[in-house]
């Protein structure tokens, strides 16, 4: 089971390596920065179709395992206290995005579906609120296909764009995690644009955006309850599939790291390991990157992520001011 991953990480690993070097190298842009940039500019070379699978799912599972071991470096109580600051600015950026979905889909004459998708990807963690939301509303492949395209593009646009602002407004490390953490879509995204801007920053980050990924459940109850209520009783969903469970190891692995079982040192060890995961990670996604896809897709769902986008990542920084956070 194991082999079929094998040739595709590797794959990845080969950019991962001059990635975490460069990262070094240039610290204001960061290791992850370089990892999806320079799977972007490979991905257009032809590859075995054996490296695929390995690929895809060192951009999605070795994401997660690399973000479970960032939790040994993490004090529990530091990230319930972080978890709770970041509710108040993540209610309004949650109404924020889908009242912009609503508005704008409906005045580009976008159908549900796609406009519901792109709104729950932007508000909640990208592609993993679009696949778990998609079954609940009956969602058409055309329109999985078009919302998951659309969220991927700004989540690349993302890694580049956010730090460069951040240091240009001077935020606080603190600031930065919670404006990336409630304004970027994909959990990827945030943590590579996070750790980009410091590591302060990028622990600060993961937190408010995992802390924003288990919104997913009660979205996909409201909506499923919405679908039920329209006359589509047939649509199931379960909790325990949409629900992410790497975020209980997370908490998990800081508990651990709380109670002082390992030492220092080791939990630094298994930190940085995670840290260079996430390379190999954002090197992966960039491979699987496929930008003349994604414009192909329609000129309607792109302009609808950017509004949601542009909206929300506004909105965040409004209520961070008006709370003192930035």
């Known amino acids: 089971m194991v082999r079929k991953y094998i040739k595709g990480t590797l794959y990845a690993l080969v950019f991962a390596v001059p990635a975490y070097f460069l990262g070094n190298m240039f610290p ?76 704008i889909g409906k005045y580009l004459g976008l159908d549900y579906d796609t406009t519901i998708l792109i709104g729950a990807g932007t508000a909640i963690c990208g592609g993993s609120a ?17 919302s998951i395209s659309t969220i991927f593009l700004f ?53 408010v955006k995992l802390t924003r990924a288990l919104m997913i459940v009660p979205a996909c109850i409201f909506f499923a309850a919405l679908t039920m209520h329209k006359g589509n009783k047939n649509r199931n969903f379960s909790i325990i599939k949409i629900f992410p469970w790497f975020i209980l190891w997370f908490v998990t692995a800081a508990v651990v790291n709380t109670t002082g079982i ?25 491979l699987n990157t496929n930008l ?7 000129f309607r769902p792109i302009f609808l992520g950017l509004c949601c986008w542009f909206a929300v990542a506004v909105v965040s920084l409004v209520v961070q001011h008006m709370v003192g956070l930035v």
């Open 28 to 103: 204001i842009i960061g290791g992850p920065v370089f990892g999806i940039l320079l799977g972007i500019l490979a991905s257009g070379f032809r590859r075995p179709k054996s490296f695929e699978a390995g690929i895809k799912f060192t951009g999605k599972k070795i994401l997660q395992y690399s973000i479970i071991l960032l939790g040994f470096e993490m004090n529990l109580f530091n990230v319930l206290k972080v978890g709770s600051h970041s509710l108040y600015v993540m209610i309004f950026t949650l109404l924020t995005a889908f009242l912009t979905a609503w508005l």
């Open 130 to 146: 679009i696949a778990a939301l998609a079954p609940v509303i009956g969602a058409k492949d055309k329109d999985i296909a078009f």
């Open 155 to 207: 989540n690349v646009i993302a890694v580049f764009l956010f730090p460069f602002l951040g240091h240009t407004m001077g935020m606080s490390d603190t600031g930065f995690g919670m404006w990336a953490g409630t304004a970027i879509n994909d959990t990827s995204s945030v943590v590579a644009a996070g750790y980009s801007y410091s590591t302060a920053a990028g622990g600060y980050a993961t937190i």
């Open 262 to 286: 390992l030492s220092p040192q080791f939990s630094h060890t298994l930190a940085g390991t995670g840290k260079f995961c996430i390379i190999l990670a954002m090197s992966a996604i960039g």
């Open 292 to 298: 003349r896809l994604l414009v192909k897709n329609g």
